[in-house]
């Protein structure tokens, strides 16, 4: 199974700073099959980015996916109160379906 | 706008069956795909499976030997059956659609096992 290695664990900014997240996987996400969620305490996961650059429907401009292969990266351009949360990336290019471990973005 | 709704006991013993039903609202079950993901608390999430509208599944390997994803189209449910569970097996499960990935995801149900 393709494994998701998300860095950092933690990253502590402020906000409007800039947040830039990596997933890497331990082999090649074929046609991009890599998302991206944001998970607050208590809430379900939501949907941000597919396709590996695709907003999701409502999804700030703020958000922006990118990257190929075995390496995807989240960026968010200002963060906001409301973005200080749990991200995972997913990939469902092989299956099982997998996610990362999740990188926490904490208020500093 | 599509609505997830998960219904189930929140408490099942060791050994024991978990019984898990989603009830769609909002849109149509059918030309989807209904997904079921699972998280122990404090840690990560795991996808358990899909199930696409007509019937056709599919499972993570990890799970398979103990996992049963059925659809009743015509009550607008799907439902996830998990056998012989263990401690391991307590977690937040979410119901979801979507089969590569999940735009619409239930609000979670906490499952614990326990005697």
Same mark, same amino acid.
């Given at each position: 199974?393709?494994?998701?290695?998300?860095?950092? &664990?933690?990253?502590?900014?402020?906000?409007?700073?800039?947040?830039?997240? @990596?997933?890497?996987?331990?082999? /090649?996400?074929?046609?991009?099959?890599?998302?991206?969620?944001?998970? %607050?305490?208590?809430?379900?996961?939501?949907?941000?980015?597919?396709?590996?650059?695709?907003?999701?429907? $409502?999804? @700030?401009?703020?958000?922006? &996916?990118? &990257?190929? $292969?075995?390496?995807?990266?989240?960026?968010? /351009?200002?963060?906001?109160?409301?973005?200080?949360?749990?991200?995972?990336?997913?990939? /469902? &290019?092989?299956?099982?379906?997998?996610?990362?471990?999740?990188? %926490?973005?904490?208020?500093? | 706008?599509?609505?997830?709704?998960?219904?189930?006991?929140?408490?099942?013993?060791?050994?024991?069956?978990?019984?898990?039903?989603?009830?769609?609202?909002?849109?149509? =079950?059918?030309?989807?795909?209904?997904?079921?993901?699972?998280?122990?608390?404090?840690?990560?999430?795991?996808?358990?499976?899909?199930? +696409?509208?007509?019937?056709?599944?599919? +499972?993570?390997?990890?799970?398979?030997?103990?996992?049963? =994803?059925?659809?009743?189209?015509?009550?607008?449910? *799907?439902?996830?059956?998990?056998?012989?569970?263990?401690? !391991?097996?307590?977690?937040?499960?979410?119901? !979801?659609?979507?089969?590569?990935? *999940?735009?619409?995801?239930?609000?979670?149900?906490?499952?614990?096992?326990?005697?």
């Amino acid at each position: 199974e393709i494994v998701l290695t998300q860095s950092p &664990g933690t990253l502590s900014l402020s906000p409007g700073e800039r947040a830039t997240l @990596s997933c890497r996987a331990s082999q /090649s996400v074929s046609s991009n099959y890599l998302a991206w969620y944001q998970q %607050k305490p208590g809430q379900a996961p939501r949907l941000l980015i597919s396709g590996a650059s695709s907003r999701a429907t $409502g999804i @700030s401009d703020r958000f922006s &996916g990118s &990257g190929s $292969g075995t390496d995807f990266t989240l960026t968010i /351009s200002r963060l906001e109160p409301e973005d200080f949360a749990v991200y995972y990336c997913q990939q /469902s &290019g092989d299956s099982p379906w997998t996610f990362g471990q999740g990188t %926490k973005v904490e208020i500093k | 706008q599509v609505q997830l709704q998960e219904s189930g006991p929140g408490l099942v013993k060791p050994s024991e069956t978990l019984s898990l039903t989603c009830t769609v609202s909002g849109g149509s =079950i059918s030309t989807y795909s209904w997904s079921w993901i699972r998280q122990p608390p404090g840690k990560g999430l795991e996808w358990i499976g899909y199930i +696409y509208y007509s019937g056709e599944t599919n +499972y993570n390997p990890s799970l398979k030997s103990r996992v049963t =994803i059925s659809i009743d189209t015509s009550k607008k449910q *799907f439902s996830l059956q998990l056998s012989s569970v263990t401690a !391991a097996d307590t977690a937040v499960y979410y119901c !979801a659609r979507g089969r590569t990935y *999940f735009p619409h995801w239930g609000q979670g149900t906490l499952v614990t096992v326990s005697s």
